[in-house]
């Protein structure tokens, strides 16, 4: 594929998965050739999240009108629907190209029917154009996931325990949780029981902001509670964010790209789903809880997890996952990824 110029457009409505998703996707295409120009309206993360940049995509301000005497870009991408104004478009597409909907992760059924559907534009000043839909996913009748050429080869040559002596302060090789989280109601509890004294050592890498604010609120300050030690995470890089779930042995990951990167860590993991008004994320909960083919006691613990009111967690231990989570992992690296999916995607529909 040629290197095109690609524009990716990102909003950030809450947390960090809009614009976590939209840098790694920006730099997957950069890193396959691609040349882009990533439209934020707030930028501000990848300040910590992605500080050496990437020479081939350039972070632009999306604020206010489009600037004037841009050069016309090739391949037009809306990220989560974020529904790009018409004056955007004509000024950074002047000629209608591929224009991809970037979609929201789902394992539910959906996804294989919608992926790839062209939703042409009937009114206005873009009428006649057509956006696709592109859905990522975990079958290969998906667009796949986000996925480094390079990951597999990453995960080899990382050292776990120089990682943990490095950044789990004081740990001695108990067993490691990685918890990015939001306010599950079932945390106290969690940490209760990992904190009682007759219980077995162990440590919890606590992700800076909401996790750390509800860890705190029921901990405090203190990072030794009996057999359990806390590490208080500064924000940082997404690659050392995937290298503390690779070091880690049970991921309590959240939201959508953590999920992601906790399936390529190959670790057992717990999803904290991130919730939606009307409660569709129970379906969608239980659709990738379906895909992984997970056991019961790893459902009853998502469950629990993601209920609304705490609820007693069954007794588990994450070791039993570790079977499941690998035979995910490798069915997933045996799929195209997202990014490689989306190039002859568009090879296939951009004009000739
Ligand atoms: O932050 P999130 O809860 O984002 C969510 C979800 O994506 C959700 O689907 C979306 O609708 C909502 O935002 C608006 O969780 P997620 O998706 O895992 O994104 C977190 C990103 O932050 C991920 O790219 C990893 C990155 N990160 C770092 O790079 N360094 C850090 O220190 C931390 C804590 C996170």
New binding site residues.
Partial sequence: MPSLLWDVFCTV??????I??GW?FSQGLAARGQRVRLWVDDASALA??APEGDPDVQVRPWQGMPPTGLAPGDVLVET?GCDIPPDWVLAVAPRPGPWINLE?LSAESYVARMHRLPSPVLNGPLAGRTKHFFYPGFTPDTGGLLRETDLAARQVRFDRSAWLHRHADGWQGEPVHNL?C?EPAGLPAWLDRLRAPDQPPAHVLV???RAAAAVRQHLGPATQHGPLRLTW?P????AE?DEGLWASDTNW???????V?ALWAGRPLVWHI?PQHDGAHHAKLAAFLDWLDAPPDLRSVHRCWNADTPQDMPAHDPMDWVATLARARERLLAQPDLVSQLLDFVAATAPH
């Fill in positions: 409505v809450d947390n960090h998965g809009d976590g998703v790694r910590w999240m989560f929201y990015f939001y992700a800076p902001g995470r924000p940082c890089s997404q964010f990951v959240r939201g959508e790209d953590s999920l990167r991130y």
